[in-house]
DNA sequence: TTGTATGCGTTATCAA
DNA sequence: TTGATAACGCATACAA
């Protein structure tokens, strides 16, 4: 009463192997074949005692069925998704779609999904975000922070988690997790220097606004471009604008998803 | 033998509720107030034939425990991940993720997670895209086609499977299912119009290359317009460029999804 | 070399 | 009102 038509809906008719609705199972191959399920999944992982002739019927047969196994059921045994969760304050600023695009891609090389969420600069959103990546059993997080966020607290329950994290561009310094940063004083210098070396003499610094200290840290590499080469600073040279210069291309979110690899290498296999 | 110290490493010492590693399950709800998991389960899904204590304390305890299903034991049961599957060629382009920005937003409206993937514009990985996507069982996938691709047995593959298929702007006619494309001739039309009824007389139609559909759709809509106020059309006011200009803003991504939302409605609960 | 049993976290069914 | 059990798909420890 047990083992008698327990169909599932999934199997065809007499002696037929296709799989009706949804994707084969190891369960389907394991039927058309007369063999079990377990000897199926371990013809299929590359398992070393089983019969030769066993594994070629196998494998083809999983051909036949255009077999993938279930992600979400390997995820839910290994409590592994191998996927990344990926918040940014808003995908249509180029800066963070850059970015992300270098962060799947690197992400995609080594395997991993990537979850998208954005949280149009509110705290509420990003913590609703967090929460949302959480339930999906993500692997990693990897966020900008949005403009609204002051507290701190939801960073630090994932690091007491053991959720691995890594902050970029908009991180917060008092969290213990990788941060990756632009380094705007090292580009203002090596730019600088770059057309003092060309020849040029008098080289004007466009600045954004005077607050943020992104401006500030350029403006230094900038001066102390100039001071290594004895060129003296001139005001009148330096122009403050309101809006900051963002754009980079778009390489630069694979370099910086390639520092998350390399800082966090337990994500990597 | 089989109810001794089946410790699995997720519960905290003597009367603790803690639970050390990893994210709260209903298990330790339901260890730390003596009652059994499917207690648990009701009190938590809004069940009735609950007692109201019982619930209250279940659900205390959900929050103090910050209790949140596991979502990759939902898709196992329920066969559905609530996640949608993306694929665009490019994330660096302005127009995919602009469009990205808004499907992503109301995926999230409708408590879908959004899964992105590129293809970098090449056949193969468009295809190894569909495959990553599939193994992760996404509900349904949203594509714009790589230049690469001519060939659309993957696409028709999926119809096949009943996978909800949403193409948009890279569409293949031949595949029945929904297409998202921007009405070029319609745009063309009504700025046109605009233009016309505020009183301008010489409009000038900057058009993209002349070999692109897109192209000929737009300077069709300009020329529409211009007949139906009887301008004559001035073949010195068309200049043709070689670039197409199709930033807009961040929100017809958001219309777009709204109609893959309203055409697909079976994903939307 | 292959098959059986178990568990991952959750929920629905059935029994008490 | 509550609890025990089975099932989702897969992989592994164990038995044969």
Do not use: W
């Not at 191959?29 to 999944?41: D, F, H, K």
Request: net charge neutral; hydrophobic share 35%; proline share 2%.
């Amino acid at each position: 009463m047990k083992d008698m038509q327990q169909d599932d809906g999934n199997s065809a008719g007499a002696g037929g192997f296709e799989v009706k609705r949804g994707q084969a199972r190891l369960k389907d191959i394991a039927r058309s074949l007369n063999v079990s399920i377990s000897t199926v999944s371990r013809a299929l992982g590359g398992s070393h005692d089983i019969n030769a002739e066993t594994r070629k019927a196998v494998v083809e047969m999983a051909g036949r069925m255009a077999y993938a196994p279930n992600q979400v059921a390997q995820s839910l045994r290994t409590n592994k998704t191998n996927t990344l969760g990926i918040i940014v304050p808003d995908l249509t600023t180029y800066f963070f779609s850059a970015n992300l695009s270098g962060f799947q891609e690197v992400a995609a090389e080594k395997g991993y999904n990537v979850m998208i969420c954005q949280s149009n600069e509110s705290y509420e959103e990003e913590l609703r975000n967090i929460s949302t990546l959480m339930a999906s059993r993500v692997d990693g997080l990897i966020i900008s922070l949005s403009k609204q966020t002051s507290n701190y607290d939801h960073l630090q329950a994932l690091y007491k988690k053991g959720i691995p994290l890594v902050l970029f561009d908009r991180v917060c310094d008092d969290i213990e997790t990788t941060r990756i940063m632009v380094d705007e004083h090292d580009g203002a210098l090596k730019a600088t220097e770059h057309l003092i070396e060309m020849g040029c003499k008098r080289i004007a610094h466009l600045s954004g606004p005077e607050n943020l200290s992104i401006s500030r840290r350029r403006l230094q590499g900038y001066s102390d471009a100039l001071q290594r080469y004895d060129i003296p600073l001139r005001e009148e040279l330096i122009r403050h604008t309101q809006h900051l210069n963002r754009q980079r291309p778009g390489s630069a979110g694979a370099e910086l998803a390639g520092a998350v690899f390399s800082a966090r290498c337990h994500l990597c296999h």
